[in-house]
């Protein structure tokens, strides 16, 4: 059976113009052949006939009996940590109504990484825009980081390189910049179809956006040095932009310095929207944290990581980071959602694991394992797309008779 | 089984009683005026000391979609201040000024009010500000879609569009986006701000070639054609700016004489005289509200203390961001459908501006003589958090109070504004029109906002005391499709309330130019931009009620 229109939720693009055959338990994506997408969705075929068991400390058992062992867990956990997260928003609601209950705490499995942008948000404030924004209105984009486009995968077609813009043929064939380092430390500039590579030499990725930031500000350069030269001809070129948006993705960055390079990103385009319009597309969402992220929010009035240890919701980054406190052994049992990918396993731990996960995913050691259905394949859902704007329904494509994720959570909650 | 509530006052302008004793009845989920044989009855409420209203209905607070959402990031602060337990029955949260979405539906229940619509949903974010809605318990919901900065619109009057296209548009998205109205953000101005135009007079021409006055024009009369009972809500140009009365004045002419409705006119009701170039303009506005029956309006009363804006009007929440206080913006560009901006603000009794905008929106309620056209709103949370409304009731009622307010606040505001010469003093009759009775009339809600037979029991009992703001801020019972879920100010059982959404009738060929526009452009396919009345309730979590 063929569906239309099916969104993919493997990247935060969420790109919902999706041809999938369906055959049984076997899912084929026909369109478009990207291949990481193709492969993610070729994960979550099953053989005919075949329903996995849950397990309790490896060994079959019935769904029921998970159940209450699963409960059992958590109830007589001290300090219980639901993570993973990767999931749709009813299991994100779900969840968060668990960790509430448990008096335990909540965070997504690339918490870390997504609340760098949260507290310069929290800071100074942002300067945003969406896809089809991009799509239609960017004639100039400035994508930090040589991976960005690769990370996910259909940008360029999608959003950058469109057929058609509402706006002029400025906008339509946009002038696309990728700026990175120069691994063999020659700076060099160099057109490729529309996209002009920008590799200078500079230690860290951290250290042009730096460089631009000065320049930016200075409106001139002190330096005249061929970096400093080609930066300061990228500045020209976006003041005399229509529209120009800095993509990024904080993976690009490293960890340690992430925040204060969003922050100088922001600072830039807040200083150029003095004069004209210059905007971010930050991008996010792969594993569906910004779904969880949007959840958590709403129902709880904080972003993650969310500790109901107080009998109120508290947002403390440092003390409830979720891959901190496995890594420590700060948490006494792990409830680990991951719906959509075979490989978003938790991370090895001694620590009481229980696993509401993808049907193929590799968790024998967990103490109990609940085979749940793939959102967006196995039953209906919602993802939030990366801009924080969208969200997309996600469809059912095939009859599994896998429970969804969010029954499951809610089953707990009724054991607890 | 029937509930009885006896000898309070009832307040029912839907049906002229102004404090009359007498009896109301529930049966079921309904209100009775009189028991039929067959009812049995289960309890009597003796109510001597208490007068009854109809459940309160916000026509204009900002409760769910991505700017609530990011307000709510952006202000931690006050979430840290603020944190709410779990209890036996309710859920835990944070936040006074911009709460989470379970504490704002108990808050709201708290002082009695049992429906509250969000006035600006973007049609793309529609599914996100149904979740928020879905997961506010207590109260019924509803949403007015943002149109008028949407390239589709703009491009159709651009174009020539027949009306009826345009109203066959309109329609179309109220289905898609399971919305009860239609809003209007500075209409083409949030559009032009993304050609870096930094500001849009009604009569100016914007980047695709029409004015905000033709937008007005346009979907005033397509509202009204469609037979939407809700006018065209709009929130008008130049928000904030001293002098901006002539543009809202302007925008209302736009309307023909058609239904308008100016949402949070405090905002568009500033003038340009006195030694601060910032000066009140109420009594022009109040005049054309006296003099236009076509216009409603609700105030957006400013209360001082801190709170965040949250807006659709990227371009004049730009403007303002230099008042950001803490110092800290987000302004964003949505979808070639709209924008949204969001500002932490202070509003300062000692500051002249912030002390003449208080007096300002009071000069409003005031001086509107029809209490069935203007409507009692803060623009939660951008004049204040909605919390403060039993204080704006006070503000209202009682002269002395609100004189002895305004008495503290800037000497040179106090200079400048008649508030201190007006007399008048709202009643609880009047309050029952501008917070119940007119707002189920313009909204088109049959069976909320009265208490006559039929009625849906949404019931507010408040305990007669000499303080309103008391009164009003803790009711003895509030009753929700006659069960009781509040005493005594506090909760004692959660329910879930419907969302209201309106369907009317367009021709289905509108999706042809729909489905090219989305395939050539958007970055979301139609099939997937709709939303459908099971995803509502299988997905979003919501039932849904047509009006």
Redesign the interface.
């Known amino acids: 059976m063929q569906f239309?229109?099916v969104?993919c939720p493997h990247c935060g693009?969420l790109?919902?113009?999706l041809s999938v055959e369906v055959s049984e338990l076997t899912v084929q994506l026909n369109n478009p052949l990207d291949p990481t997408c193709k492969h993610a969705f070729e994960e979550a075929s099953l053989a005919k006939g075949y329903r996995p068991n849950p397990l309790i400390a490896g060994k079959p058992a019935s769904e029921e009996q998970a159940l209450e062992k699963a409960a059992e867990l958590l109830k007589t956990a001290q300090l219980p940590l639901i993570s993973g997260l990767i999931a749709d928003?009813?299991t994100c609601?779900e969840a968060l109504?668990l960790a509430?209950k448990l008096g335990g705490v909540i965070d997504h499995a690339n918490g870390a990484s997504m609340r760098k942008s949260?507290s310069v948000?929290?800071?100074?404030?942002?300067?945003?825009?969406?896809?089809?924004?991009v799509?239609?209105?960017a004639d100039c984009v400035v994508i930090f980081g040589k991976n960005v486009t690769d990370k996910f995968p259909r940008l360029l077609q999608?959003?950058l390189s469109?057929?058609?813009?509402?706006g002029n043929e400025s906008t339509k064939s946009k002038k696309i910049f990728i700026i990175d380092i120069s691994q063999d430390g020659v700076t060099r500039c160099e057109q490729k179809e529309n996209i002009t590579y920008m590799f200078l030499n500079y230690p860290l990725l951290e250290s042009i956006i730096y460089r631009f930031q000065e320049i930016i500000t200075k409106e001139k350069i002190s330096n005249h040095d061929i970096e400093s030269e080609e930066l300061l001809k990228l500045f020209k070129i976006i003041s005399s932009s229509?529209?120009t948006t800095f993509i990024w993705t904080t993976s690009e960055f490293k960890s340690e310095s992430v925040e204060h390079t969003v922050q100088a990103l922001t600072e830039i385009i807040k200083l150029l929207?003095k004069k004209?319009?210059c905007?971010a597309l930050s991008l996010s969402g792969s594993k569906a944290e910004v779904t969880a992220n949007?959840?958590a929010?709403?129902?709880?009035?904080?972003?993650l990581p969310v500790s109901?240890t107080q009998?109120?919701?508290?947002?403390d980054p440092v003390i409830y980071d979720g891959t901190k406190m496995i890594h420590n052994q700060e948490t006494d049992c792990l409830l680990w959602i991951s719906t959509y990918n075979p490989n978003d396993a938790p991370p090895a731990t001694d620590i009481p694991t229980i696993v509401l996960g993808h049907p193929k995913i590799q968790c024998e050691y967990a103490d109990v394992y609940l085979p749940v259905g793939v959102p967006g394949i196995d039953h209906?859902?919602?993802a939030?797309r990366t801009d924080?704007?969208?969200?997309?329904?996600l469809q059912k494509l095939r009859d599994s008779k896998l429970s969804t994720a969010s029954k499951l959570v809610k089953n707990i909650y009724k054991l607890i | 089984m029937a509930i009885k509530l006896s000898g309070a006052e009832i307040y029912d302008p839907a049906h002229k009683i102004n404090g009359e004793r007498k009896d109301l009845y529930i049966v079921d989920e309904k209100i009775k005026t009189n028991l039929s044989d067959k009812d049995k009855l289960e309890k009597t409420y003796e109510l001597d000391d208490c007068i009854i209203m109809a459940g309160a209905i916000d026509i204009h607070t900002h409760i769910g979609g991505g700017k609530v959402n990011i307000a709510r990031t952006m202000m931690i602060e006050d979430a840290h201040l603020h944190p709410y337990s779990s209890s036996e029955i309710c859920r835990a949260g944070n936040g006074h000024i911009v709460p989470s979405s379970f504490t704002t539906g108990y808050r709201y229940a708290e002082m009695g009010y049992t429906a509250c619509f969000e006035p600006a949903v973007l049609a793309v974010n529609a599914r996100q500000a149904h979740m928020e809605m879905a997961d506010t318990p207590m109260v019924d919901k509803g949403g007015y879609v943002l149109l008028g900065n949407d390239d589709f619109l703009l491009n159709m009057i651009h174009e020539g569009a027949t009306q009826s296209a345009i109203n066959d548009y309109v329609a179309w998205i109220l289905h898609a986006s399971q919305c009860i109205g239609i809003k209007v953000v500075n209409a083409g101005g949030i559009h032009a701000f993304k050609f870096n135009q930094r500001r849009l007079d009604v009569d100016e021409t914007g980047p695709t070639g029409s004015k905000p006055r033709d937008i007005i024009t346009k979907l005033s009369k397509a509202v009204h054609e469609l037979g939407i009972a809700h006018p065209l809500h709009v929130h008008a140009s130049n928000l904030g700016v001293p002098g901006n009365f002539e543009s809202t004045l302007a925008t209302i002419s736009a309307a023909d004489g058609l239904p308008i409705h100016i949402t949070h006119i405090q905002f568009h009701s500033y003038g340009t005289e006195g030694d601060h170039k910032f000066s009140s303009a109420a009594c022009a506005i109040a005049e054309a509200i006296n003099n236009n029956k076509n216009v409603t309006a609700d105030v957006g009363q400013i209360m001082f203390g801190q709170t965040i804006t949250t807006s659709g009007d990227t371009m004049m929440q730009y403007f303002g961001h230099d008042h950001a206080s803490p110092k800290k913006w987000t302004v964003m560009d949505i979808e070639c459908e709209a924008g949204c901006g969001v500002t932490p603000f202070k509003y300062r009794d000692k500051s002249f501006v912030n002390a003449l905008q208080w007096a300002i929106g009071l000069e409003i309620f005031l001086q509107v003589n029809d209490p069935w056209r203007v409507f009692l709103t803060t623009d939660h949370p951008n004049g204040a958090p909605f919390s403060s409304y039993p204080h704006l009731i006070k503000l209202l009622m009682d002269r002395s109070f609100r004189n002895d307010v305004f008495s503290i606040v800037n000497s040179d505001a106090q200079r400048v504004s008649n508030l201190k010469s007006m007399d008048r003093e709202y009643s609880l009759y009047e309050i029952a029109i501008m917070t119940r009775a007119a707002p189920a009339k313009i909204l088109g809600l049959k069976n909320h906002g009265h208490l006559g037979e039929g009625a849906n029991a949404n019931i507010t009992v408040y305990r007669k005391q000499d303080d309103i703001e008391q009164m009003f801020a803790k009711p003895a019972y509030v009753f929700k499709n006659g069960e009781l879920i509040v005493k005594d100010g506090e909760i004692v059982k959660t329910v879930q309330g419907v969302t209201h959404v309106t369907k009317p009738e367009y021709d289905q060929a509108i999706e042809k130019p729909l489905t090219k526009y989305f395939d050539d452009y958007q970055t979301i396919s139609l099939d997937n931009f709709k939303i459908s009345d099971d995803e509502m309730v299988e997905c979003i979590g919501s039932e849904i009620e047509i009006n």
Request: with cysteine; hydrophobic share 35%.
């Open positions: 239309q229109s969104t693009l790109c919902d113009d928003v009813q609601r109504a509430e949260t948000m929290q800071r100074i404030g942002e300067v945003k825009t969406t896809l089809s924004e799509r239609n209105r999608r959003v469109p057929e058609k813009s509402l229509q529209y929207m004209i319009r905007v949007h959840v929010t709403w129902q709880t009035g904080v972003s109901f009998g109120v919701p508290i947002h209906r859902g919602l939030c924080s704007v969208a969200t997309l329904p």
